[in-house]
């Protein structure tokens, strides 16, 4: 695989503020481009990727450092259809990991029934998180992967 490529083909002078000064959490599929889908280029915003999309204290975390430090302002969640945790058994998930690994993690897959529901629920943690100075321009969307340009607001 040519992973050498894209640092040498990219631009290296993207200054450390994101250019739309906006902090996206979106999910770490494969299958989607959140820069592609909001028709942003690379260096326009901060990009948190994990499973489902969910906003974690580990997602608060870095939203709290994108606002505080690297001057972002706007927040995007991005929910997708399709997505692995939506209606995922956690329980049986929690112990098939726990099965293999020998120990149950001291996480949950954050599995959910309706990705419109958790999209806004990501939505509300951030705007009511202490440590979210700019909670006034927070969104959320989801996208249909099977659709190009299929992303629609929720939230």
Same mark, same amino acid.
């Given at each position: 695989?040519?992973?050498?490529?894209?640092?040498?083909?990219?631009?290296?002078?993207?200054?450390?503020?994101?250019?739309?000064?906006?902090? !996206?959490?979106?999910?770490?599929?494969?299958? #989607?481009?959140?820069?592609? =889908?909001?028709?942003?280029?690379?260096?326009?915003?901060?990009?948190?990727?994990?499973?489902?999309?969910?906003?974690?204290?580990?997602?608060?975390?870095?939203?709290?450092?994108?606002?505080?430090?690297?001057?972002?302002?706007?927040?995007? !969640? #991005?929910?997708?259809?399709?997505?692995?945790?939506?209606?995922?058994?956690?329980?049986? =998930?929690?112990?098939?990991?726990?099965?293999?690994?020998?120990?149950?993690?001291?996480?949950?897959?954050?599995?959910?029934?309706?990705?419109?529901?958790?999209?806004? =629920?990501?939505?509300?943690?951030?705007?009511?998180?202490?440590? !979210?100075?700019?909670?006034?321009?927070?969104?959320?969307?989801?996208?249909?992967?099977?659709?190009?340009?299929?992303?629609?607001?929720?939230?």
């Amino acid at each position: 695989m040519p992973f050498t490529r894209w640092a040498k083909d990219e631009p290296q002078e993207l200054p450390r503020v994101p250019a739309r000064r906006t902090a !996206i959490v979106t999910c770490m599929d494969a299958r #989607i481009d959140p820069l592609a =889908a909001l028709g942003m280029h690379l260096g326009d915003a901060h990009v948190i990727r994990n499973a489902g999309a969910l906003v974690t204290d580990d997602t608060i975390r870095s939203l709290a450092i994108s606002q505080r430090m690297l001057d972002t302002r706007a927040v995007v !969640i #991005i929910g997708h259809t399709d997505c692995g945790l939506e209606g995922l058994d956690e329980g049986a =998930a929690v112990e098939a990991i726990a099965a293999e690994a020998g120990t149950v993690p001291p996480w949950r897959p954050g599995s959910f029934a309706s990705v419109e529901d958790q999209v806004r =629920a990501s939505v509300e943690a951030v705007r009511s998180s202490p440590f !979210i100075p700019h909670r006034d321009d927070v969104t959320g969307f989801v996208h249909d992967v099977g659709v190009a340009g299929g992303v629609r607001p929720v939230a």
